[in-house]
């Protein structure tokens, strides 16, 4: 099978429940499943959406505002040899520098050093009263085996419109 | 002791721990609603397990006849790992109670990854896994 350049893959614009996360995932699954991929990438990708999509089902922060932007939008697309998950959603202000932090500490480590810090996370681990162990980052970065980019799209009082970008390699590489 | 037993799901796996058969498996995939209300009966259950071992279930499970935990998971998000780690730290538990213990880690012929999850975790709680491939298409849906 020829694969296009770039192809948008699934597309969601509006707020989450679990329900709507289980039927992106189905969908998103059904697609994968008819692209000409290696298993172990279908899944890199599943992994990284679930997590993303939890993440932003656990602490997007839901406003009204005149221009009604929807709440939440996800595209995953493949483009230039890259399966590409990206997520925007609000986040209060004040959790901004957390986040960030977070993405910035597992974007300056290699895939072993990512491995050491999910173990040490793993055994220290908590459950958030949200459902969180706090691991949901590490699992990205380990999954994308690339940076993470992030960007700020605009600020909305107490709220931050914020763009998560996870790439993934459309052919499986052991180590990078 | 009662067996536990909880069905499949979409987002939960099959769940079944069964003392008088020797039948231990945990099989699908794992991302809850709520993680918490999911794994807790499950850990409570292995607490009790370690709670009430004795000279019985000792002889049940020998050497030539171990006790048998069967994971096969397709899939499980960041915090059903969190669970799954505390599950085989129990089953470690139990093992240093004189209980004959194997931990089967199945995993897709073409997952490595799922297996690498498995040594990772193996290693995490101190505990050999024996690895068995599952034979199955590529397709995952």
Known sequence: MTQKSQEIIQTYNGNLTFDIIEEILQSSKGKLDQMDLELVIKKRVYTILVECLENTYKHNVYITNKHKHSQVEL????????????????????????????????????????????????SKARISEKGGAG????????????????????????AIHFNLQVNIAIKAQSNC | MIPLIIKETI???????????????????????????????????????????????RAKFTPENPMVFKFK??????????????????????????????????????????????EELSEVVDFAFEYIILKRSSAFS
Not at chain 2, 78 to 87: E, H, Q, Y
């Open chain 1, 135 to 158: 691991l949901g980052i590490i699992e990205i970065a380990r999954n994308s085996r690339q940076k993470i980019n992030y960007k700020i799209i605009r600020e909305n009082g107490s």
């Open chain 2, 11 to 57: 987002a939960t796996p099959k769940i079944v721990f069964d003392v008088a058969n020797n039948d231990f498996e945990l099989k699908g995939c794992s991302r809850p609603e709520d993680v918490r209300n999911f794994y807790i009966p499950i850990i409570d259950w292995l607490k009790e397990l370690k709670e009430n071992i004795d000279n019985k279930i």
């Open chain 2, 73 to 118: 998971f397709d899939y499980f998000n960041s915090s059903s790992a969190k669970f799954i780690l505390d599950i085989l730290v129990l089953i470690n538990e139990v093992h240093n109670s004189d209980i004959n213990v194997r931990i089967d880690w199945y995993y897709d012929e073409n997952d490595d990854d799922m297996k690498e999850v498995g």
């Open chain 1, 75 to 122: 595209v995953l697309e493949q483009k230039n040899g890259n399966l590409i998950v990206s997520v925007s959603n609000y986040v209060n202000k004040e959790n901004l520098g957390a986040i960030t932090q977070k993405i910035d500490k597992v974007n300056s480590l290699d895939l072993s050093g990512l491995n050491q810090l999910y173990r040490a996370s793993i």
